[in-house]
């Protein structure tokens, strides 16, 4: 079992902070271990039904964010919100 985060276009300081490389789109994470000589058996994006609030968030929080205002660690969407968690819990 592999997870890794994906689409490009959520890329930001989250991934960062996270020690993220890269975002793979699927067709670019399934030839890569293909190449590497994995068989990929099933492949899904568990977290798919979250993306459009994702993208959201993370285009909101940027756009209010200031270059270099305040470590990565101290903004919201690197904050775990119990109560959010199990709103969202029933989306996955």
Known sequence: MLTVPAHK???SYFDE??????????EQLES??????????????FMMALCPILWLARRL??????PDS???DSLPDLWVVPVL????????
């Not at 902070?17 to 699927?26: D, F, I, L, N, T």
């Not at 190449?35 to 492949?43: A, I, T």
């Open 9 to 11: 276009n959520l890329w």
């Open 17 to 26: 902070a996270s020690g993220h490389c890269r975002r793979y789109s699927r």
């Open 32 to 45: 890569t271990l293909v190449e590497c000589g994995f068989r990929v058996e099933f492949m899904t994006e």
């Open 61 to 66: 929080t940027a756009w209010m964010r200031k």
């Open 70 to 72: 305040a470590p990565a």
């Open 85 to 92: 968690n199990q709103l969202l819990l029933p989306l996955l």
